[in-house]
């Protein structure tokens, strides 16, 4: 009985821990993927943005058009940016935002990601912007926004 019943442990955490394993980002295919909001194809990855439900990405060429998909669908597993500075994929929820009309982006969101609050507020006070967390952005106006980069 013992037996059966540590046997039967173990293979419930090994299937727990297949199951924990962190979601991560999937490959941007430039010229190919489109963006699941506005439909433009992604011809910049390190601009890219994407949103994993239930395993299946969904693809954004822009942070705004990302940020747009988030503000009307909130079940996602998960949600990464590229950061500006080093063009890797980070963990939006993690990151850091700088908006300001000089940042170029596909859509014209002017929003650039960073991995740390000390890093957006750096290239904030170079270059100009208001910093914003990732619930922070989730809560502004994304029209407003384009509006302004424009």
């Known amino acids: 009985m013992k ?4 046997t039967f442990l173990l293979a419930l955490s090994m299937t727990a821990g297949c199951s924990a394993q962190a979601a991560k980002p999937v490959e941007i295919n430039e010229n190919v993927d489109s963006c699941d909001t506005c ?4 011809r910049d990855a390190s601009l890219a943005a994407e949103v994993l439900i239930d395993g299946k990405p969904m693809k954004f060429d822009d ?3 990302m940020v747009t998909y988030l503000q009307q ?3 996602i597993d998960a949600a990464f940016v590229h950061a500006h500075d080093s063009k890797e994929w980070i ?3 993690k990151s850091y935002f700088v908006h300001d009309s ?3 982006s596909p859509m014209g969101y002017g929003i650039a990601a960073f991995l740390t609050k000390q890093a957006a507020e750096k290239f904030a006070n ?3 912007g208001q910093v914003f967390s990732a619930d922070e952005l989730l809560k502004q106006n994304m029209m407003e926004f384009k509006m302004h980069s424009h």
Not at 3 to 6: D, N
Not at 39 to 42: E, L, N, S, V
């Open 3 to 6: 037996r059966k019943l540590l």
């Open 39 to 42: 439909h433009m194809g992604i």
């Open 63 to 65: 942070i705004g058009c």
């Open 73 to 75: 669908h909130k079940n």
């Open 91 to 93: 963990d939006f929820q």
């Open 102 to 104: 000089s940042i170029e």
């Open 126 to 128: 170079e270059h100009g």
